[in-house]
């Protein structure tokens, strides 16, 4: 953890005013990640058609024409690119009213959900910025989910589970879907090792910032010197022990 912040951008939310609140420590020049409360996001799970980045890029391109909001961004989570017909999670929020909100219009910003470290498969009730998310994993994917302002109860969460299942849904060998009893409910663990909030590498690239592309060249400058000064401690301490043993035996 403690090297994830001299390496890594930091995440912080958003207050009711507007304020920006730390949750992880990060590398300054990176800036920080601002982690998005289900108040400022919508989430729906759509079934893509392909997912490559054409189909992605469709995707987004359609979710931000669909959206309520008035200056659109959306995020595509895909559970496995590049295959047919793929399950996917669709994010989207508003650009100018988070700008607005923060009095900063260039923020990078992430879903709560995809800023919390996943699991690879089974049920998990976590405690959010603002109330509870229950969420079903299969294959290292979130394959349905659910929000409460308080923890649910085992009605809420068999209504839940049995209003939820797709054929993305967990199934016992037998082909029976699973269920899972009401978990116990779980404190958020941040991923604190995230350097992209983009999904594509077009789209990465684009958002590289001045200063991450000075830190970017200084780190590929520096590495030869730094190994080349490892190296010479390494021999001097050996030389060092060599000169002790030999005086030891005089």
Not at 161 to 187: D, F, H, I, K, M
Request: aromatic content about 8%.
């Amino acid at each position: 953890m403690i090297l994830n912040s001299f390496l890594f951008p930091g995440l912080q939310t958003i207050s009711d005013s507007g304020d920006l609140i730390p949750l992880t420590r990060g590398f300054r020049p990176l800036g920080m990640i601002t982690v998005l409360t289900r108040d400022h996001y919508a989430m729906e799970r759509k079934v893509l058609s392909r997912g490559d980045a054409v189909g992605v890029r469709a995707a987004k391109a359609q979710a931000e024409f669909e959206s309520r909001f008035a200056d659109p961004v959306a995020l595509i989570d895909l559970s496995d690119r590049g295959k047919q017909s793929m399950l996917a999670n669709v994010w989207t929020w508003d650009r100018q009213a988070i700008g607005e909100l923060t009095g900063k219009p260039s923020l990078r910003v992430l879903p709560e959900p995809l800023a919390r470290r996943p699991i690879e498969a089974g049920a998990r009730v976590v405690r959010a910025l603002s109330g509870f998310d229950g969420e079903i994993w299969h294959n290292n994917f979130c394959v349905a989910s659910r929000w409460w302002p308080e923890p649910p109860t085992e009605m809420e969460w068999d209504i839940f589970q049995r209003g939820a299942q797709s054929r993305y849904w967990p199934t016992e060998p037998n082909g029976t879907p699973l269920l899972y009893s009401l978990p116990e409910v779980e404190e958020a663990t941040w991923i604190s090792d995230r350097v992209w909030v983009a999904p594509t590498w077009g789209e990465r690239l684009r958002s590289i910032t001045p200063a991450q592309l000075i830190l970017g060249a200084a780190v590929l400058l520096a590495a030869p010197l730094a190994y080349n000064a490892s190296k010479t401690i390494q021999l001097n301490a050996q030389i060092s022990g060599l000169e002790q043993e030999a005086a030891e035996r005089t």
